[in-house]
């Protein structure tokens, strides 16, 4: 799951992003089906690479217990992909509704097969194949609510596909390359903790992220993206788009203040509760590093608004620095095997690194390169 996360964010050349844009709703189709056509070829390459490099993966990432379940990546790639594109093509047309019920049908078929698999005594092929078929059936919900206006944006009009990937291209050269590089940056801490700590503090740190980033995250990659279609709206009719991203951010600090303060105060307790004693650590991990996510979260779904400006050079420049920061600290840090003293290092360069994301925000929001 952490190389799916890796490699997610690229798997459209973030052609899905700039479908949103263009007026004419055949150059969005067209674009969707680019989307689409790129994702298929990066899931392939990615089975390509799998066959020839399986061995040297699995032991860089010391997880040969696991090797065999890395051929199921390809798959979930395409699969969270199209439905990636998919949304996009729905955020297009403002179908808001749409795009709520596809990502319900996801959480409740993963939850539902998670604990139905679980009870059942599968054990952790439960939670893979969960996530597995929710991709899936996501997809294919989204899908067959648009079939009528996607059929025929898949194969015809190639010298227009082509055409308005050379008018796009800054969206896979920007965008999708460092969106790649930022994929990795938010797997880093999974692959060094698994080198370098048992096996337990990395099931910690995995409970953590599920339980007090899920949720914030389900939140943020919807608003993110009906953000990105009302920047589009402000510039487009030339309203302020500054004012509008301040407001959003008080919304959105609302929103990750209640949970922020809660889990600070009794994470260990809630934890020990719900998961049992053994998992009180979890906890622990959780008090520390939930003011991060919570800056995360709000910074995160603001930057939308970079491909919605066109300033995707701002995104790539961001996440070039995060990546260096983040790898250098876990490099240094990780080693002495001291998990509380990485968990707050981790703290530390997330809330410095997304600050000075959001500041590439506002300064994108003042200046959109996409006026008419």
Not at 10 to 39: H, I, R
Not at 308 to 332: E, H, M
Request: proline share 3%; glycine share 6%.
């Amino acid at each position: 799951m952490a190389i799916v996360t890796s490699i997610l964010p690229a798997v459209c050349g973030k052609y899905e992003v700039a479908l949103v844009l263009p007026k004419d709703d055949n150059q969005g189709k067209n674009l969707f089906g680019v989307s689409v056509l790129v994702t298929i070829s990066i899931s392939i390459l990615f089975a390509i690479f799998l066959y020839f490099f399986h061995e040297w993966l699995t032991d860089l990432l010391d997880v040969g217990q696991l090797s065999g379940w890395l051929y199921l990546t390809p798959v979930m790639l395409l699969m969270i992909g199209v439905f990636q594109a998919s949304s996009y093509y729905a955020n297009r047309h403002k179908l808001y509704k749409l795009m709520a019920e596809s990502k319900l049908v996801q959480a409740l078929t993963a939850v539902t097969l998670n604990i139905i698999l679980g009870v059942a005594g599968v054990g952790f092929v439960g939670l893979l194949l969960g996530n597995i078929l929710a991709a899936v059936l996501a997809a294919c919900y989204i899908i067959h609510a648009n079939w009528n206006s996607l059929s025929t944006s898949l194969f015809g009009s190639w010298r227009k596909k082509y055409a308005l990937m050379l008018r796009y291209k800054e969206y896979p050269i920007y965008n999708a390359s460092s969106s790649l590089l930022n994929g990795i940056t938010l797997a880093i801490p999974i692959f060094f903790l698994s080198r370098y700590f048992p096996e337990s503090t990395v099931g910690f740190y995995a409970l953590v992220m599920w339980v007090a980033n899920a949720p914030l995250s389900f939140i943020s990659a919807s608003v993110s993206q009906v953000n990105l279609r009302k920047v589009v709206d402000l510039v487009n009719t030339r309203q302020n788009v500054t004012s509008y991203i301040y407001k959003l951010t008080l919304l959105l600090a609302a929103i990750a203040s209640v949970p922020m303060v809660f889990l600070i105060l009794f994470s260990p307790e809630l934890f020990a509760i719900v998961f049992g004693e053994a998992w009180r650590e979890a906890g622990v991990y959780c008090q520390i590093l939930i003011p991060a996510l919570a800056v995360r979260f709000v910074v995160s779904t603001l930057s939308s608004t970079l491909g919605a400006t066109k300033n995707n050079q701002y995104g790539a420049i961001w996440k070039v620095i995060a990546f260096l920061v983040t790898l250098s600290v876990f490099s240094w840090v990780a080693p002495k095997g001291e998990i509380i003293v990485l968990l707050y290092a981790a703290l530390i360069i997330d809330v410095l690194l997304y600050i000075l994301y959001y500041f590439f925000i506002l300064a994108s929001a003042k200046r959109p390169r996409n006026i008419i």
